[in-house]
């Protein structure tokens, strides 16, 4: 049956814990509560945004109280809550433990009782016949373990894919290291990448989402750009169609975000807000102006023969900065083509030509030290 593209907005001014209950509690009405996926007896997956270890005023990962108040739900259901991710890069059960604790998230669980997932360990392979580019996936177990998952996406931007919500929250099914492996894949060219999360999507489709657009993140997400107060909840069973609403709402068009298109053109989005059946405020009274969006033009699709000189005049690059530089080598670790060099206390220096632009060193800095350049020519032309 085809996933319906409803959503539903509800306002939420602030992580105060009754108003976060009641947005969430009405966004889902529509859907039939949290009733209609946790039973009694079930295993519920709330998967949650876990990109980096920053306190939840940071914006950069789902707020504790959002994921309290859908634990709550799903255990009053008689239900078993089960919470986790995968961040980027090289974990450990104790590293990842640490993430937990500082996002606020390790304390959530453990004051509602609900089970902490760890999806580095046990992981899976899975063939896919409803894949349309990437077949086979090396993914969490924890997709095999629970009756139902319930998606906590957080609203950001992103550096690469420009924007950052439910469809893009699946690529932590992949575990750690080897998402460094489907980055390399995906190479330099956006549009690839998309295809991949929407295989992703397509073979393991959430059974419902509840977006964190409390405090969004505006800038350069998904970690070094600015909290942005939005003051909304939205929910819905299709991840492109709640992408949509949520980029209408912060002034992204949706048909610059790879992954709303490619969802269009396979039949796994909508096409138009007119596909959409809206519950809640009308988009109109909670859009909000001036949210800053970064610019991610894709070189991808230059040809060849003109790609390095597009490259060296228009493309963003990452640059260390020094001052912030802890030297502590997780950016060389992580990079899917091996494009930092480090060594032992220096500053680690990366080799342009071999670069695909991904912005994962970005991503998993724990100091913030790589920024985003823009070359001169491309800030002149616009
Ligand atoms: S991850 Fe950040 S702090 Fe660590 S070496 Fe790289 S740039 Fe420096
Ligand atoms: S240097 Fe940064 S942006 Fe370039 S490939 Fe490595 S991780 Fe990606």
Redesign the pocket.
């Known amino acids: 049956m085809p996933v319906p593209y409803d959503v539903a907005i509800a306002r939420c001014d602030s992580y105060d814990p009754a108003i976060v209950r009641q947005a969430i509690e009405e966004s889902l009405v529509p859907f039939g509560g949290i009733a209609s996926v946790a039973r009694e007896g079930s295993r519920i997956l709330l998967k949650i945004n876990l990109l980096a270890a920053k306190r939840p005023e940071d914006a950069v990962t789902t707020h504790p109280e959002i994921v309290r108040a859908v634990i709550r739900m799903v255990q009053e259901c008689g239900a078993e809550a089960i919470v986790g991710d995968s961040p980027g890069g090289r974990n450990t059960p104790a590293s990842y433990r640490a993430l937990l604790k500082k996002t606020g998230i390790l304390d959530v669980i453990e004051e509602t009782g609900a089970t902490m997932a760890y999806f580095d360990e046990p992981r899976m392979e899975r063939v896919s016949d409803r894949a349309r580019t990437f077949k086979k996936f090396t993914v969490t177990s924890m997709l095999d373990a629970v009756d139902a998952v319930i998606c906590l996406p957080k609203l950001k931007t992103h550096q690469f894919t420009l924007f950052t919500g439910a469809v893009k929250l699946l690529y932590g099914y992949i575990p750690g290291i080897i998402k460094a492996e489907y980055h390399l894949h995906a190479g330099r060219d956006v549009t690839t990448f998309a295809e991949l999360l929407l295989d992703l999507h397509d073979t393991f489709p959430p059974d419902l989402t509840v977006m964190d657009a409390v405090v969004g993140m505006e800038g350069t997400g998904p970690q070094s750009g600015t909290p942005r107060q939005i003051g909304l909840v939205l929910a819905g069973r299709s991840c492109p169609a709640i992408d949509f609403v949520a980029t209408s709402i912060v002034g992204i068009d949706p048909f610059s975000v790879p992954t709303i298109t490619c969802a269009l053109e396979r039949g796994s989005g909508p096409g138009g807000m007119e596909e959409i059946p809206l519950h809640g405020p009308p988009l109109e009274d909670v859009r909000v102006s001036g949210f800053r969006h970064p610019d991610v033009r894709d070189l991808g699709r230059i040809p060849p023969a003109f790609f390095a000189i597009a490259d060296r005049l228009l493309a963003n690059r990452p640059v260390?900065?020094p001052g912030?530089?802890?030297?502590?080598?997780?950016?060389?670790e992580d990079c899917p083509p091996g494009a930092?060099a480090?060594s032992k206390g220096s500053?680690?220096d990366i080799d342009y030509s071999l670069c695909i632009r991904c912005f994962c060193?970005q991503e998993?800095?724990?100091?913030?030290?790589?920024d985003v350049k823009t070359p001169i020519l491309r800030r002149i032309i616009g």
């Not at 800095?365 to 790589?370: E, H, M, N, T």
């Open positions: 260390i900065d912030r530089c802890v030297r502590c080598g997780v950016c060389a930092i480090f500053i680690p060193c998993l800095c724990p100091s913030g030290a790589v």
